[in-house]
């Protein structure tokens, strides 16, 4: 079945250094590839996504390009910041468009000033 | 919009005790997912609906668990006979069903069970 890898966490770095998390997956057909990021205490939220190949998803300084030819969605950030520290999940959307996500374990993120 | 509403926040109860958790999708998504989310198994899905309608409840970890979907504004996640194991934070997620859309979550009910 489908399924999502990251990297495991945690992660800590310091302020203003460069981020790399990656996530690989596994599915049949064309799915949809998705970013959450989930700050303490409180829900997940999308960061950023991309519906198809070659298309890079963005959102405050975060970047991932879908790559379907090494099945990867590597989460970037040039220079993290404090309030950066949360725990990001990779998903990608099943098929058959119920909706459903599979999400990988989450890397927890620390970044210390 | 006010996003997906979830009740009570926080829950503490006694082993044995039934519990029943709410939400409350935002207006216009046609499915409804339920996640329960610990520090040692990470977040798991448990079931989810579409159009009201209950399709994999695979997750679903014992028959103590139950969900109800009555009306496309309205689910029930209900625990009967609660017990320590179920102590954990419960997320409802909502989405209008795509396979490119947004799933949008609830702020999560933290259930303690003594």
Redesign the interface.
Known sequence: GDSVTQMEGPVTLSEEAFLTINCTYTATGYPSLFWYVQYPGEGLQLLLKATKADDKGSNKGFEATYRKETTSFHLEKGSVQVSDSAVYFCALSESGNTGKLIFGQGTTLQVKP | DAG?IQSPRHEVTEMGQEVTLRCKPISGH??L?WYRQTMMR??E?LI?F?NNVP??DSGMPEDRFSAKMPNASFSTLKIQPSEPRDSAVY?C?S??????????????TRLTVL
């Open positions: 997906v046609n499915s997912f990470g977040l899905l989810y579409n399709i994999d997320f997620a989405t209008r069903g795509g396979s490119t859309d947004t799933q949008y979550f609830g702020p999560g």
